[in-house]
């Protein structure tokens, strides 16, 4: 198999081994000292062949156009702030008048139009080998993008706070459909929708407010390609009534879950793995932290790789972004994290 049938075989099934499929956004700019903010995210043509190289030299069975989470917001009218090391929302929308906000046009949405053409770039020089992977914001995440996550979190105050935010989510769904549906006419085998800040407000609100939109979401687009629902922090929570959050984000129809470090993996393989491919998920603070040695590092992502690979559906990466500083301990990590998925990941 190569990578891209690797990738796609593993959400159904069995594949030869475990695809090696680390987040790699920072990462790859860094390597060839790339200054991320304002040339990687800027220029379509040095993601793609930054991610080209990062995935051929390390052996990655996917190349992806993620950057930051403001590439649809910015189309809305967020700006964006290019300043530090990676890109931020320098002033959101207001809530008060987003009513009288027009939709988008994301044919001249020129942040928008750049992911399009990386993905267009990735497809010309590696469509046939690498799984290409484009990227949405999950409904929620999305939001919190638009009118910033304290003013978001801030509506919870609300009787009426899942109505609110629902009504915030059906507006902004035509939009997140066309920005994934023009990714994969570009060529994208996958997309990817974030979901940084959903752990934030708990099995409840997530299951009243956003469970529906993100089934309709994730549905529209799997009628053409796959999705992977990368969701960030402790998503295995079970509140008071039973509202179990882990359950909830595995019916949101997405094909693939990627679960933070937080989530037991050998836990969440067993609770629904069964039911959805799994990605993930060694601990991001450790695989960044000098004070680790080799051995505590690749016995981690040992670990890891066992606890997930059973009966397939499984796909090896960490808990989120792979650490890019210090360089020469990512490298080293990201290597061993690849000696292992050969060694152990062999079916």
């Given at each position: ?171 902004i769904l035509p939009v997140q459909l066309e920005f ?23 099995p409840k609100r997530y299951n009243e407010a956003c ?137």
């Open positions: 198999m190569n990578s891209l049938e690797r990738t796609l075989a593993t959400i159904e099934g069995i594949p030869d081994r475990v695809p090696f499929n680390p987040f790699i956004m920072h990462l790859a700019a860094a390597i060839d000292d790339i200054n991320y903010s304002n040339v990687y995210c800027k220029n379509a043509d040095v993601l793609a062949e930054a991610q080209i190289k990062c995935a051929t030299s390390l052996g990655i069975d996917h190349v992806n156009v993620s950057t930051d989470a403001y590439r649809e917001a910015s189309a809305w009218g967020v700006l964006v702030d290019f300043s530090s090391h990676t890109p931020v929302a320098k002033k959101y929308l207001s809530l008060d008048d987003f009513e009288s906000v027009e939709n988008p046009d994301l044919d001249s949405a020129e942040r928008v139009q750049n992911r399009i053409r990386a993905i267009r770039i990735l497809k010309d020089r590696v469509g046939q080998e690498q799984c290409i992977m484009g990227w949405i914001e999950a409904p929620f995440a999305e939001i919190c993008c638009l009118f910033g996550l304290m003013s978001v979190l801030k509506l919870a105050r609300k009787p009426n706070w899942n109505e609110f935010i629902g009504n915030l989510i059906q507006r994934a549906k023009m990714q994969i006419d570009a060529g994208a085998d996958i997309i990817g929708a974030g979901d940084s800040a959903v752990s934030q407000i708990g469970l529906i939109p993100t089934q309709e979401l994730f549905k529209e687009i799997r009628k053409h390609v796959p999705v992977l629902y990368h969701v960030c922090g402790d998503s295995s929570i079970i509140d008071i009534n039973g509202r179990d959050m882990l359950q909830l984000v595995a019916d949101s129809g997405a094909s693939v879950l990627d679960l933070d470090y937080q989530v037991d993996m050998e836990y969440a393989k067993k609770k629904i793995g069964s039911k959805i491919c799994i990605r993930g998920n060694t601990n991001t603070a450790i695989l960044g932290d000098q004070m680790f040695d080799s051995k505590y590092v690749s016995d981690l992502i040992a670990n890891t790789i066992e606890s997930g690979k059973p009966n397939g559906r499984y796909m090896y990466s960490a808990g989120c972004e792979w650490p890019w500083n210090p360089l020469k301990l990512a490298i080293r990590n990201i290597e061993l994290a690849r000696k292992q998925v050969g060694k152990l990941g062999v079916y």
